[in-house]
C-alpha cells in the first residue's frame, strides 16, 4: 500500500519540506546494537529458523496464514505466528503489519522479525512501568520534542486508567505484557528511526500483535489493521466481537492529539470520508492513521507509535481469533469475515479462503479501483489442536449479516468511485506498477444480497488466481 497522498512524499530530497535535517552517511554510521541475552538470535541467520515460527503461507495446528498481493505493486503486509513463544509451551505470538510509503514492504519485515524478540526481551525481565517511565524520561532530557511529549502522554494516560480503576480486576500477566508492549513498541520505533538501511521518513506499517497464554488475551495495536474474535453467544450462534478500535485520525482524541502538536486533520474534497494527517506548512503526505510505527515526518507533529493495550480472558465460547490488514476490512464486515473462516472445509485453508473472498469482494464492491493487499492470521482456541478440520457440528450456521457501522463508510466511497486504500490514495500510476484488470465478476448485483448470499457468492465463486503480470511482480 501508498502512504504519503503526494508525489513528493515517495522519495524526498535533502533540502526538501519532507527530507530529514541532515542525510545519512551509511559508510560513517553503524549501529551496534547489543543482543538481548533472554533470545540471543543472530540477525539473519536462525531468525527464519526458529522452531514454531511462520511467517510464510501455511498453517500449524493451531492457526491458518495467508497473504496475497494487490494490484498496486509489491505485496507490502507481513505476517507471523510464533508458537512456544518465550519457550512457554501455552503461549503463542501472533501479528499481522500493513506497510504503506516507498519502503512500507522493507518496513512491515523488518518490524515482524524484530518487534516479537523485542516483546520477548522486555516480558522477561518483567519491566516494571516506573522503569519504563524513567527510561523514557532519561533518554528525552535535555531533548524533548513533540513526539516524544504525545507519547509519554499517551503512556501516562493509559497506566492512569489501569492503576485506578482496574488493579485489582486484571491479572498479574497483563499488567506485565502491558509495560512490556509500551517498552517493545518504542524501542522497535527507535530503533527503525536510526537504521541506516532502511528510509523510514515517509514510510511505515501499521502492526496489530497479541499474546494468548492460556486463557489470557493481550493485545496491542498501531494503525487500522484490526482482530476480531468469533464467539457464541447465549443462543450458539456465531458472533463477531471487534476487539481493537481502528486507529484513525477520524476519532476526536487521535485528532486532538495530533492539532495540538501542530500537525493538520481534514479529508480532501473528493474523499469525505478519509480523514488524513499533514504537515503544519505542506500538504503532504496525507496519512490516514494516527498511530504507526515509521513515518518520521510527521513523528512531531502528533503521529505516535504507542500503542492501545488491551486484555480478555478466553472463555469456552470464543472460537478463532482473526487478524487482518485493512484489505480485508475494507470489503468484509466483520460477521462475514466471521462467516467465511467457519465455512472453510478445514482449518488449514481458513486464512486463504478468508483473503480469495475479500478479492473478490473487492472486484464487486470497486469494480474500478485497484484490489489491495490482505494479510490474515487465523489463531483457533480450542484445546484439539491435532483436528484441522472443522468439524460440522461446530461450523457456524450463516446468518444475514447486518453492515457494520464501521463499515459504513466503504459504500459512501464506493457511490463516489473512490480509490479504496484506508491508508492512501495516489493521483498516478507508478511505473511498475500493475494496472487493474480490466476483467470484473458481473451479472450479479452486490448491493442487493443479505449476508448470507454474499457470503456463498464469495466461497462459490472460482478461485481467484493471479496472471503473468502477478507473477512478474512478485519476482
Not at 325 to 351: C, F, H, M, Q, Y
Request: charged letters at 25%.
Amino acid at each position: 500500500m501508498g502512504s504519503c497522498f503526494s508525489a513528493e512524499s515517495r522519495s524526498p530530497l535533502p533540502g526538501s519540506p519532507l527530507s530529514p535535517h541532515r542525510p545519512r552517511d551509511h559508510r560513517k554510521k553503524g549501529y551496534s546494537r547489543k543482543k538481548s541475552g533472554s533470545h540471543g538470535y543472530r540477525k539473519g541467520e536462525t531468525l527464519h529458523r526458529i522452531p514454531g515460527r511462520l511467517f510464510l503461507n501455511g498453517s500449524t495446528g493451531v492457526a491458518s496464514l495467508y497473504t496475497q498481493q494487490g494490484k498496486k505493486g509489491t505485496n507490502q503486509d507481513a505476517m507471523i505466528v510464533w508458537e512456544n513463544f518465550c519457550s512457554r509451551t501455552d503461549t503463542v505470538f501472533c501479528g499481522v503489519f500493513d506497510g504503506h510509503g516507498p519502503y512500507g514492504h522493507m518496513v512491515a519485515k523488518k518490524v515482524r522479525d524484530h518487534l516479537p524478540l523485542k516483546l520477548s526481551a522486555h516480558w522477561e525481565v518483567n519491566i516494571s512501568g516506573e522503569d519504563v517511565l524513567r527510561e523514557i524520561s532519561l533518554n528525552t532530557a535535555g531533548g524533548v520534542n513533540t513526539e516524544e511529549t504525545a507519547l509519554l502522554s499517551a503512556d501516562e494516560e493509559s497506566r492512569t486508567s489501569v492503576d485506578l480503576d482496574e488493579t485489582e480486576k486484571l491479572p498479574e500477566i497483563f499488567k506485565t505484557l502491558k509495560e512490556s508492549f509500551l517498552k517493545a513498541f518504542k524501542v522497535m520505533d527507535r530503533d527503525l528511526r536510526l537504521h541506516t538501511n532502511i528510509d523510514c521518513f515517509c514510510s511505515g506499517t501499521t502492526a496489530v500483535t497479541l499474546v494468548k497464554q492460556g486463557p489470557y488475551l493481550v493485545i496491542g495495536h498501531v494503525g487500522d489493521s484490526r482482530a476480531v474474535l468469533a464467539t457464541r453467544d447465549k443462543d450458539n450462534s456465531l458472533t463477531a466481537v471487534q476487539l481493537t478500535v481502528d486507529l484513525k485520525p477520524n476519532l476526536p482524541a487521535e485528532a486532538e492529539r495530533i492539532r495540538s502538536c501542530k500537525g493538520r486533520v481534514f479529508a480532501l474534497h473528493d474523499e469525505p470520508t478519509v480523514t488524513r494527517v499533514w504537515l503544519p506548512d505542506n500538504d503532504a503526505p496525507g496519512l490516514a492513521m494516527a498511530r504507526a510505527f515509521g513515518d518520521f515526518c510527521l513523528k512531531d507533529f502528533g503521529l505516535i507509535s504507542v500503542p492501545e493495550v488491551s486484555y480478555r480472558r478466553l472463555s469456552e465460547e470464543d472460537e478463532f481469533i482473526v487478524l487482518a490488514t485493512d484489505g480485508v476490512w475494507d470489503v468484509l464486515s466483520n460477521k462475514e469475515v466471521v462467516d467465511i473462516v467457519a465455512s472453510a472445509p478445514a482449518r488449514s485453508s481458513a486464512a486463504r479462503a478468508l483473503v480469495h473472498s475479500a478479492v473478490r469482494a473487492w472486484r464487486y464492491k470497486y469494480s474500478t479501483s485497484k484490489v489491495d493487499d490482505c494479510a490474515v492470521v487465523c489463531l483457533f482456541l480450542d484445546s484439539n489442536s491435532s483436528n484441522l478440520t472443522y468439524a460440522s457440528s461446530a461450523k457456524a450456521k450463516v446468518q444475514p449479516t447486518s453492515v457494520d457501522h464501521i463499515n459504513n463508510e466503504s459504500e459512501k466511497c464506493n457511490s463516489l468511485g473512490l480509490d479504496r486504500s484506508g491508508t492512501v490514495r495516489t493521483g498516478k500510476v507508478v511505473p511498475g506498477r500493475n494496472e487493474e484488470s480490466s476483467e470484473s465478476e458481473v451479472g450479479t448485483d452486490w448491493s442487493s444480497l443479505d449476508g448470507v448470499s454474499r457470503v456463498n457468492t464469495l466461497l462459490n465463486l472460482p478461485r481467484f488466481v493471479p496472471g503473468k503480470e502477478d507473477e512478474k511482480a512478485r519476482k
